[in-house]
Structures are given as C-alpha cells and as structure tokens.
C-alpha cells in the first residue's frame, strides 16, 4: 500500500522548510531612512559641526534658528571628534542598537539627527526600534532580564533612577565631564540625570504642562484667560471657566491630560502638589528618604488636590469620564491641560479652530507647579561598544542634536543654551511654556520606587475620575501604605554598591 | 446505503408542512442572516468605513446616530497610502505595512506548514498508537497550557535568546511548530474516527505511518482543515511574542505595526483601521478558501 | 526442555516486537514534545524557580526565599480578589459562548444558499487581532462618543457608562469577547457535527424519533468529545484573560475587571516583582488543573481514546 501526500501537503511543507532554513540572520539595515539621504564622503577629523544644523530635506517647522553664534557652544572639543586614524584607514563599520518611544515625533527626529551624525561619522550606523508606550518597559525589562546587549535606551525620566539602582544602565561620568554636564542643563534637568553623584543619562528634552483653550469658545462666552503669568487664575476661577464653556455630551469644559485614559502621576498628580506651598509636604510629595509617600501623598492638603480633581468628572461634570480620543482637538473639550506637543498634534490633525494658551492655575493657598522631564538617553549596561554609543549619546543630547529634535518636535527643549536663545519660547504661545519651566518647573516625585508608585497611580486615578460617594483621604492613605511597602525593598538605595 | 446530503446532517424541519411551512422557514432564515450579519459585523462596518475617511472625522458624527455615522462624509485613500508609505507622511514616518504583511505571511505559512505535519503526528499518537501511560503524557502536554503567557514570556525569551535566535524568523516560527492546544483538538478529532479502519489496515501489514497517511488523513480533513485555520490565525495575530522577540524593522510583523499607531499622546485611527482592513482580508480570503473545503468535505467515508 | 526454550524466546521475541511497537509510535510524538520540552516546559522551570526566589526583571535574582511568595499570596485580599474577578468572568462567558456556538452551529452546518456568507461573517470577529477588536469595542462602549450609545440614542435610551461601572464592566467585557471567540466554538461544533454519519438520523426517523429527539440522543452525545473539549479549554483561556483588560480597563473601577492574570502582570512588570507574580501563576496552575480534571469527570462519559 502506497501512500501519497495531497500535491497542496507537499507543497505547504516543502514551502515552509524551506523558508525556515532560508530565514535570515539579523537583517542589516534598520533605519527607514527617506530615499534623499546623503551619502557623505569619508569625514574629515577636523570638521566640526556647523553653528546651523543642515536643513532637512523634509519640510520641518519653520523655526529658523536664532543668530549662529548664540546656537551652539563653538568650540570644535564639543564635537563628537571622528576616533578614526589619519587619511587613508577606513573605520571599522559601528552598528548601535537604540530602543525608545514609538511617535512620528521621534522617529523623524532621531532619524535626521542620525543622518547628521553620520556626515561626521559615516561608518556609524544605528537601528532604532520605537515601541509603543504600553510596550516600551515590558520589552526593557525583558532585555534586562535576558541581558540583551542594547547600546541605547530612551529612558524615561522617572526610570533612570530604578534603572541605574539595577545596574540597567551604565554611568556616563567617563565622556561627560561635570563641567560641560553644569553647561548644557539646568539643575532641574539634572535632578533624574544624575543618580548618587554620578551622571547616567542626559535628557531628549523637557516638558512643561500649561493650559490651552479654544479661543473660538471662549470668546464665545465671554472668557478671557489671562496672558500673563502674574494674572493667572486660581483653581476657582479656573473652574468657573470650565463650568461656563461646559456643555456635555458635545463639548467638555475640560481635558486634564494627553490621551484619553484617566492618566498617571504625570498630569493627574499635579493637583495634590499644587495643593500644598511651596516646601510643604503635600507639594514635595515624597519624603527626603526619597521612598516614603505616607504623609505626603496623603497628607490632608495633598488630599484636597485628589478631591478637587475627583470632583472635575463625579460633582461638576466638567471633564469627561470615559475618555474621548482627540477631545481638544475635535473640539469636545474647551480646555486641555497640555505640555507644547499640543502644538504639533494640531497641525499633524488639522484642526481648525483659534486657540491660545495660560498658566496652570494655582490652588488657594497652595502654589504653582507643573511637571517637567521626559525622555533620557542612557546607555546599556550591556553595551559592547560602550564609547561609541556614548558618543552618539553626547551629539544627539548635544546643541546640534537638541536643535534638529526641537524642530522636528517643537516641545520644550533641555540643552539650556537652546532654551535661552529660541525666539519661540520668547513670544506667545510658547512663553507661558518657558516661563512655566523656568518658575515653577519640578519634575515627578524622583525615587528608585517610580515604577511601583506610578502603577498605584494609575488605578488611584482611575478610581479617582469613575468613582462616586468616594473617601478620597482613605483612598489616598491606602495607596500611600502600598506604595511604602512596595518600595520598602529598596532601602539600600544609598548605600548599595 | 443512504446518500448523504448535507442538509440532512443535522436534523431539519422534514417537508410535511408544505410550501406554506418552507416560506416561512425561509423568511426565518433570511432574517436570522441579517440579525447575524448586524451584530457580528457592525463594529467591522464601521472600522472599514472609518479607514477611508479622515482621521477627525472618525469620531466626528457619532452622536446623533445618523448615516453618517458610518458612512464617510468626506471619502479619502490617505490612511492607506499612508500605511503603505505612499505618501510623504507614511514614507517619512518609515511607515510600511506591505513588508508587515510579508513577514507575517511567512511566518503564518512556516508555522501552519510545520505544525501540521508535527500536530497530526501527535495527535494520530495520542489517540491510535499504542504506549504504556499515554494519558499521563497527554496530561503532560495539556499542563503547558496552564500557564498564562504573560509569566512564561520573559522565560520563554531567555531561552530563545540563549539559542541565539533573538530577532530572527525562527524566533517567530521554531517555538510554534508544535501547539499543545492543536493536538489535544486533533486528538479528540481522531479518536472519534473508528478504530476498525486501523486494524484492517494493519491486518494488510501497513505500518504507523502509512496507515497514518492513507486511512486516518482522510477521514480527519475537516478537523485538520480547521486545525490548520485555528493554527494560521493565531500566528497571524500574534502581537506580544514578535514583540518582545525581535528589534529589527525588517521583521516586524503586520500587528506590531498596526499598535505601533497607538502613541502615547493619541490613537492614529484612520491608520489603524486601515491596517487592520489590511491584515483582515488575507485571514477571511484563506478562510473563504478552505470553508469551501472542508464544510462539504469527506466525512467517515470508511462507514459506508 | 526445549519447549520451554522456545517458549522463554517467543516470548522475548515478542517483548522486544512490543517494544519496537512503542519506539516507532514515540517517534510519532517526539518532535511535539521537543518542542514542548524547550520551549514550554523550560520557560515554565524557570518561571517555578523564579517563584522560590526574590526575583526581579530588573534586578536579576535576588535572595532564595522558599514559600514566601506562595505564602503572599494567600494573604494577599486583592489576588484573592483578582482569583473572584476571573471565576466570575469565565462563569458568564462560557457558558454562554458554549450555548450560542452549539446553537450557531446547528444554524450554519447547513447547505443551503447563503450559508456560506454567514459562515465567514460569524468567523471574521475570530480572524481579527484581539488587541485591536478590544480597541474598537472600547471605543464603542465609550459613554459619551461610543457607537452603542449612538444606537441607543435612536430608541431614546442611554447608558450610564459601562466601562467605567463597576458593575457593567466585566459583564461588558464578557459579551465582547464571547462576539470575539464564538466563532471559533462554532466552526468546531460544526466540523464535530459534520463528523455525525447521517446514517444514524435516518434510522433514528425510521424508529419515529422527532427533531428534538434526534438531537438529544443522537447529536448530543455523539459531540460529547467535542464538547468537552470546547469546555475545558475555554474555561482555561478565560480563566487568563488579559488583553482586553489591559487595554480596555486596565483592572479597573475599584478592581471590578482585575483579573488574576492582570493582577500577575501587574506585579512582575510594574511593581518590580516577577517572583510573586510567577508564584501567583502556580496558584492559578493547580486551581485550572484541578477545574480541569473536575470537567473531565463530568462531562467525559464514555469517550475513549
């Protein structure tokens, strides 16, 4: 008795051996480089970077750059200097791993600043893997575990912290020394980049969150938001504002927050620091342990903060309790509590209404903050090719790479030269951004335990923005005990080798 | 020896009723078609609609309920250019669904291929070969099941890394040319195929694999068609594994690119259903394909 | 003498035929179990050692603590919680899904015009990426914009919001996801009933048995196997139900959708603890185990292999 495969069967079998055998190993490029990517000669040691960063061949936002000497430090040291031997060696081919944020944003931004790079190095070549935010820390971790060796990680800003307590990431102190560190950021910035005294990752940029309105509704209800920072409103009058342009389900009053779910420490813990004066518990947030929340969290000021922002979605009604994608955009929201990126979102959709933008407001007797950091480049600890990805690190954390980010992103940048001399942050709508920064900037709660706090933070304001008949005080002391005990592992922090 | 008409497989109002009774259990059919066809394909209606129309217009008109609420008002090809890199926008956003597609395709194809053959093998095992404490093993296979995925994926990494197949094809295929859940399905199909045919077979002096191939293959196309179909759409909408498993772009696989529109500040929709009405037609074309197959197919012809 | 030589080496002979038998049948199965083997049963290994152990994605394996993790969990009130969440999800959901696929499935085993439409149609919500089907219906729960309300709205009604109850969240996950899968069951109870040799309704009809008694004692014990198996396994697939609670509702309001598996998610990638979490999934392992077997003994009958 013969037996005979279906001709389909043999087909299908032969097919699929044969494209396993066949696969290939790690394909080599990486980068979706637009087709009008130059192809520079072999660099010379001595080119330094051009005070003007090349124009992209794409159309970028037309933010030209302020006069050339202001831009950037000159001084042909700062340059990523070729290693490369005299004419006549060619350098060995460099291939970086870079992980980060999946965005437009980025990926243009990166890509071009890449491009620049390569004008000086052009054996340099580097893969960029963006991940969407829900899967960019899982993946991390798994890398972590497994011990991938990654050369670049966009950091965000809280988890540099945690990441270099777990030896994730890798000090930098080697190629950034303390002075040009204190000459290219401010303190602020610095506070997430620099963890027990050594540097480990510089920032991409910063962020600041201010109000935007729709100036079309508005005006239509007779509500002028104030363009000075010293007129900026208090909570209450704020509300009053929503309460007027309120009209739901059509148009909320307001979006507190990118996106459309409930949110997290970001812009949802704004209220209970804002709730607290300046140095007081409830706005530092977190203890000077640098671990513990119980009694800052909660304290009962803090709780004021989280109340008021219950009552934005369960008792006035003015924010919407199921999120709605594109709320400001679209027009369903008056209000939206954004950092700058809001700008770019708004030509990208093509959104068509007048609009502009004031201070966060204060609470009463409290102060005024918005939260800055974002993203930070931080080197692999199991990086292979350590020096040249820090390298790559410095020039696109440096001048030339924060002025191609910025226009590309148009949010606020970190590199503290940019931010001095950009005539964007000089003018409206951007000023209230720069002025926001610089006056009230504090970034999240900075601790080893941000991972665990944030996770906490999610389902608090969850509850926070669907709950009705709420103890908001004992909500708060709940998570602030769990918090404590999930972070009570890294006790060490200090003093761990 | 009565013939077998499929509409007589399941038992079926007999024609006593006359033309009266076969009017309305035709109008009760037709009407069950639509309720069906609403309620299944309503949220898919509205998606395909949505991938050619404007990114604000998608959430644009939904309240009051209106035609428009479906259909677009302004009718554009953008998203699709824009996922396939056409546009300036999808080129420079290094955005291409086609080569997502293409991986997926090789990986569904590598992995049905392989699975097949690997599952039915068990399966025939499990459910007609002889071996002492056979259900022991089964119950073996049945437990790695048991765990969640999402505890045994960063495992599940270690151990393909270590075999140095990180972010290659054959981390996508080689961990699936077998599934547990398949061969439990086959094996429960197969049993119920009847033992007689083996043994005349054997009493012929056939050996496993030929009886395998010529006795129980036929009979068990049904379950191996849906088998093949459960096994090919799993791959093919696989998110999390080619995830975590590859970096490479050149590897991504069409859902990875498709929650890639997914950012942290905004949900790119248009794109999103456009990709999805991608990465749906191949699945429905194959299963358009097979239905046709394995619905009509041979069934316990060795009974007759 | 030699008669019994004969005999001792026929029966040698024959033990050594027996076990060729045995050795070409593993052959059969050996290349699944390889797999199985490395891919599945090593991960779990290493998932088992992390639960005897403070580990950490991150951190790498920290001190050797034995049962602490197990007992953890115990006490834990929200993992205990989080265990209630998915017993409660999987008794709405497969009962429910059985039922519709079997009744389903009666509908469209048959050849007539049209069927073939209607086979796709209740298949495609199957062929579709999960992670996407729970984009959509989130967005089409959502109580301001959401196409449902939408609907409502034609009839005068309104929802209060399902999502964000937590008493219609679950339940709204739930029929989302039996919209999702019942095609799957369905296509299975179909391929099970076509394997019904039409030989046995028309004695049946000889002997004066009607429809419904030609499905009772016919059709349903003869799906027994396929039954069972439809059962078993989704009750263990619903018992770890993630994606749509991670995308949909991320655990909440008040815990209402923090399934177990979300809980374990939560704790090995957000809080830093992949022990506990893996820990907890052993707990779940011999809960599903022992469900398992339980459904077995009930709905197995005389099915044999």
Known sequence: MSWKLPA?????????????????????????????????????????????????????????????????????????????????????????????????????????????????????????????????????????????????????????????????????????????????????????????????????????????????????????????????????????????????????????????????????????????????????????????????????????????????????????????????????????????????????????????????????????????????????????????????????????????FFDRVGQLPSHAELLNTLPDYKSAPRKTVGEMFRMHGQPRIVTVGFTEYNGLMQEFVGNLVAGQNLDVQQLATTLARRSDSLTAKYKDWQTKP | MSTRSDAAVTPTLRSGAGAMGRAVEVIARYTLYVVLGVLFLLPFVWMFFGSVRREIEIHGYMFPFSINTIVPVEWTLQNFLDIYGISEEGEKGGLRFHRGLLNSGIIAAAVVGLSMLFNTMAAYFFARLPFPRKNLLLAFVLATFLLPFEVTVVPLYLVVSELGLRDTYLAMIVPFYASPFIVFMLTQFLGSIPKELDEAALVDGANYWQILWSVVFPNALPALATAALIEFQFIWNLFYWPLIATSSLDLQVIQVMIASQTTDRTIYWGRTFAGLVSAVLPVLLLFLGCQRFYFRGAVLSGMK | ????????????????????????????????????????????????????????????????????????????????????????????????????????????????????????????????????????????????????????????????????????????????????????????????????????????????????????????????????????????????????????????PFFATNAVVYYIYQNGFHYNDMGYASAMSFFILALLVTVAYFQFKLLKGNVEY
């Open chain 1, 8 to 404: 389909w069967l043999s087909g299908v079998l032969i097919a699929a051996l044969v494209i396993a055998a066949c696969t290939p190993a790690a394909p080599p490029t990486a980068t979706a480089k637009p087709a009008e990517a130059p192809k520079p000669a072999a660099a010379a040691p001595a080119a330094a970077p051009t005070n003007t960063p090349a124009p992209a061949p794409a159309a970028a936002p037309t933010n030209t750059p302020a006069p050339a000497p202001a831009a950037a430090p000159t001084k042909p040291a700062e340059a990523p200097k070729p290693a490369e031997p005299a004419a006549g060696a060619k350098p060995a081919a460099v291939k970086l791993s870079f992980i980060g944020v999946q965005s437009d944003d980025q990926q243009f931004a990166l890509t071009a600043i890449l491009r620049e790079y390569q004008k000086l190095r052009p054996e340099v070549d580097v893969q960029f893997e963006l991940l969407p935010f829900a899967q960019l820390f899982p993946k991390i971790q798994a890398n972590a575990a497994a011990k991938t060796p990654t050369d670049i990680i966009l950091a965000d800003g809280p988890n540099v912290w945690s990441f270099a307590y777990n030896g994730v990431i890798a000090p930098m102190d080697e190629w950034f020394d303390k002075d040009y560190v204190a000459k290219n950021w401010t303190p602020t910035s610095l506070l997430t980049s620099q963890y027990r005294g050594k540097f480990f990752a510089p920032p991409q940029m910063e962020s600041c969150s201010v109000m935007w309105f729709n100036k079309d509704m508005t005006d239509k209800a007779g509500i002028k938001p104030p363009a000075e920072m010293s007129e900026s409103w208090t909570t209450t009058q704020a509300l009053e504002a929503w309460q007027k342009v309120n009209n739901p389900p059509q148009v909320y009053g307001v979006r507190w927050g990118q996106g459309n779910s409930p949110g997290q420490d970001y812009e949802a813990g704004l209220l209970r620091r804002m709730a607290g004066a300046k140095g007081s518990n409830a706005y530092k947030g977190i203890g000077d342990d640098s671990l513990t929340i119980t009694g800052y969290f909660d304290h009962p000021d803090a709780v004021k903060g989280h109340t008021f922002f219950h009552e934005l979605y369960q008792k006035h009604k003015v924010s919407a309790v199921e999120g709605i994608p594109n709320a400001w955009f679209d027009q369903r929201a008056a209000f939206y509590i954004s950092p700058d990126n809001a700008m770019g979102t708004y030509n990208r959709l093509g959104a068509k209404f007048a609009y502009g933008n004031t201070a966060l407001p204060s609470m009463p007797g409290g102060s005024q903050i918005c939260h800055t950091d974002s993203w930070h480049y931080a080197l692999g600890a199991n990086s292979a090719q350590k020096k040249e990805a820090a390298e790559f690190i410095k020039f696109l954390s440096g001048p030339v790479g924060s002025k191609i």
């Open chain 3, 1 to 252: 003498m030699s008669a019994v030589v004969a005999a001792r080496s026929a029966r040698r002979r024959l033990l050594t035929l027996q076990r060729r038998r045995y050795l070409v049948a593993l052959l059969f199965v050996l290349p699944a179990l390889l797999n199985f083997l490395v891919f599945r049963y090593i991960p779990m290994a290493l998932a088992a050692q992390a639960s005897l152990y403070d580990y950490s994605l991150l951190a790498g394996w920290g001190d050797f603590v034995l049962w602490k993790n197990f007992v953890r969990a115990f006490e834990d009130d929200i993992f205990r919680t989080s265990l209630w969440v998915s017993i409660k999800y999987a008794i709405g959901k497969v009962p429910l899904q059985v039922l519709f696929a079997l009744l389903l499935a009666l509908f469209v085993s048959r050849e007539v015009r049209g069927m073939g439409v209607i086979r796709t149609i209740i298949f495609i919500p199957v062929v579709t990426s999960l992670v996407v089907a729970a984009l959509l219906w989130s967005m089409m729960y959502n109580k301001d914009l959401g196409l449902l309300q939408s609907l409502l709205g034609v009839f005068g009604l309104r929802h209060p919001g399902l999502l964000s109850s937590s008493t219609w969240a679950l339940p709204a996950i739930v029929v989302m996801m039996v919209w999702k899968e019942v095609g799957f069951s369905t296509i299975i109870f179909v391929a099970g009933l076509k394997g019904i040799p039409t030989m046995f309704y028309d004695a049946a009809a000889i002997d004066g048995a009607n429809r419904l008694q030609q499905f009772l004692y016919i059709t349903l014990p003869l799906l027994k196997p396929i039954t069972l198996f439809i059962v078993v396994t989704q009750t263990i697939s619903a018992m770890q139900v993630f994606v749509p609670i991670f995308v949909m509702t991320q655990g909440g």
